[in-house]
C-alpha cells in the first residue's frame, strides 16, 4: 500500500490547549506524525492540487477565515495562538464580525483546537495528502494511505474543533464523488466523526458508518448517537455504531460486521476509511481496549469487502505506540 505525506505538515505545532479544566501541552503535536512515518518506512510527497477541491467542501469565507487566523490575532496585539472564547449556540448565522475573537467562535465548536502559525500550511497539505492518496487509488491502485496530520474529521463545512481544520477525508470523498465513484465512509477513530458525518447528512449520494465511543460518555458528545439516520435525501445514509468505554475486540468485532455489511450493501467502489488508533488500549484520552496484534485483523476484515481503500489517518495519542499500531493496521490490507 503506497503512503503519502508532505513534510509541511509538522508546521502545526500549537503550545497549549484547554483539556479538563486545566491547560496542558497540545496533544497533537508534530511527533505523532514522526512516529508514524517512521514506523510506516516512509511516504510519497503530496501533490498540490489547488483550493478547488477543499472549497467543493468548505465555504469560501470559513477557508479565508482559516488562511488569515494566527495574522488576525497577532494583529490585534494576543499573545500566543488563536482560540476562541464565545460561540454562537443560538440562532448561529452568518455575521459580518471584524473582530478575530468574534470569528474564532463563529468558525470553531471547541477549545482544544488553537491555530497557531503554521495551522493553515499543515492543514492545506494535509488535505492535499489525502488527494493524492486517492489519486493512487482511481488510478488503480487497490489501497493508499493517506498520513493526514492534523486530522480532519471534527472539522464540519464551516467550522473547526477536535484538532481538526480541514475535513481530509470529506475532501477525499467528494474528489472522488466527481470522478463518478459511489462512496463509503467508515470511521473507525475512538470519537465520532461528527464533521464528516454534518457534511453527507443530508445527501444520499455517500454512506457513511461510524463505529466509535458512545457520545453519551465520550466527546463529541452531541452527535454520533445512534438514531443519527440522515435527513432529507440522505435519509438512511448514516449508520452510527456506539460501544461503551472499556470494550475491546470481542465487544469491537460485531459492530465492525454491522458496519462492514452496510457498506456491502451500499455498493460502494471506493472506500475512505478514517482510521484512528485511538482505539488502542494504552491511548492517554480514550477508553477502548484493542491492542496492537488486533488491528492486522480489523484490517483485513476491511480489505476483505474487496473494494478499493483509502485510508486516511485521524487520531492516536499514544505516541510512543502510535507507530507500531498504524503498521499493524495497513499490514492488514
Given amino acids: 500500500m503506497r503512503r503519502f505525506f508532505d513534510s509541511r505538515q509538522l508546521a502545526h505545532a500549537p503550545t497549549?490547549?484547554?483539556?479538563?479544566g486545566a491547560f496542558v501541552p497540545f496533544a497533537e503535536h508534530p511527533g505523532r506524525a514522526q512516529s508514524m512515518l517512521a514506523a510506516v518506512g516512509g511516504a510519497d510527497p503530496a501533490v498540490?492540487?489547488?483550493?478547488s477541491p477543499l472549497r467543493a467542501?468548505?465555504?469560501?469565507?470559513?477557508l479565508d477565515f482559516l488562511r488569515h487566523a494566527w495574522r488576525d490575532w497577532r494583529a490585534a496585539d494576543r499573545p500566543g495562538?488563536?482560540?476562541?472564547?464565545?460561540?454562537?449556540i443560538v440562532r448561529r448565522r452568518p455575521l459580518a464580525l471584524d473582530r478575530i475573537d468574534a470569528r474564532l467562535g463563529l468558525y470553531s465548536f471547541d477549545v482544544s483546537s488553537p491555530i497557531a502559525e503554521g495551522t493553515w500550511d499543515a492543514a492545506y497539505w494535509s488535505a492535499q495528502t489525502a488527494l493524492s492518496a486517492l489519486d493512487a487509488v482511481l488510478a488503480g491502485e487497490s489501497g493508499a494511505f493517506a498520513l493526514c496530520r492534523p486530522p480532519g474529521h471534527?472539522?464540519?463545512?464551516?467550522?473547526?474543533g477536535g484538532y481538526c481544520y480541514l475535513n481530509n477525508a470529506a475532501i477525499a470523498a467528494q474528489a472522488a464523488v466527481a470522478a463518478g465513484r459511489r462512496v463509503?465512509?467508515?470511521d473507525i477513530d475512538y470519537h465520532h466523526g461528527n464533521g464528516t458525518q454534518d457534511i453527507f447528512y443530508g445527501r444520499g449520494d455517500v454512506l457513511f458508518v461510524s463505529i466509535h465511543a458512545d457520545p453519551a460518555t465520550d466527546y463529541p458528545f452531541f452527535w454520533g448517537h445512534d438514531d443519527e439516520t440522515g435527513e432529507g435525501p440522505g435519509a438512511g445514509a448514516s449508520l452510527n455504531l456506539p460501544l461503551p468505554r472499556g470494550a475491546?475486540?470481542?465487544e469491537y468485532a460485531p459492530m465492525l460486521d454491522r458496519a462492514l455489511a452496510r457498506i456491502r450493501d451500499w455498493s460502494a467502489d471506493l472506500l475512505v476509511c478514517s482510521f484512528g488508533a485511538d482505539t488502542f488500549s494504552g491511548d492517554p484520552i480514550s477508553h477502548f481496549r484493542l491492542e496492537t496484534a488486533d488491528y492486522p485483523e480489523v484490517g483485513r476484515r476491511i480489505a476483505a469487502l474487496g473494494v478499493p481503500a483509502l485510508v486516511v489517518m485521524e487520531g492516536g495519542y499514544a505516541v510512543d505506540a502510535l507507530g507500531a499500531n498504524v503498521a499493524a493496521f495497513l499490514a492488514g490490507f
Avoid: Q
Fill in 184 to 186: 463509503a465512509i467508515l
Fill in 81 to 88: 495562538d488563536a482560540a476562541a472564547y464565545a460561540w454562537p
Fill in 48 to 51: 498540490d492540487h489547488g483550493e
Fill in 16 to 20: 497549549l490547549e484547554l483539556h479538563n
Fill in 154 to 160: 471534527h472539522c464540519g463545512a464551516d467550522y473547526l
Fill in 57 to 62: 467542501v468548505h465555504g469560501a469565507d470559513y
Fill in 248 to 250: 475491546g475486540r470481542d
